[in-house]
């Protein structure tokens, strides 16, 4: 069964979105249906021009369509990615989710499958508090949370059964085969599993 998966992310300087891809084609793989977006940029146009990965990354996904409540409407599954700010999630993906009010009101989130992932500096940066901080979004929005576990023997390199994970070395490393790897798993994990719960309530 063919299931809506939306993957909705933010990202500066190209980490996050590329796990994002990896993600996409995991899920895809799995036959699902997949809408990847980003949510909206709010940094200052010369802070963005002062830092040449961002300004080049901004240009590389300008094609990207930005989220809308309605990709949140139309999934049966919801993949969050963000970098990890003080590890929390940045205020580009919090002023999303801040949006999602209308949709909440109404009970249009309750009963999705969601999932996160995430990537940070360091080692040790808030990567498993981003995720939990997630997790608690989808709590009140009545969600299925998914994590990748230790389902794959995938995740004993990644290190990470809440969700992916990649530290970049303050962006001087870019996900390698072993993140992307994990990515697809989880993508694969969560557009399976939705597929198995849809099945299963009949929809």
Known sequence: MSVKVAIIYYSSTGTTYKLARAVEEGARGAGAEVRLRKVHE????AAIASN????AHRLETQDVEEAAL???????AIIFGTPTRYGLPTAQLK??????GPLWFKGELANKVASSFTSAATVH??????ILSLNTTFYHWGCLIVGP???DPIQFQSGNPY??????????????????????FQGKRVAELTAQFVAGRGK
């Open 42 to 45: 709010l940094a200052p146009e």
């Open 163 to 184: 969700g992916v994970s990649f530290t970049s070395n303050n962006g001087a490393l870019k996900p390698d085969e072993v993140a992307t790897a994990a990515a697809r």
């Open 52 to 55: 040449e990965g961002w300004a």
């Open 149 to 151: 576990g230790y389902a």
């Open 70 to 76: 309605d990709d949140l409407r139309w999934a049966d």
């Open 125 to 130: 940066g808030g990567q498993e508090a981003t």
């Open 95 to 100: 002023q999303f989710i801040d949006s999602t």
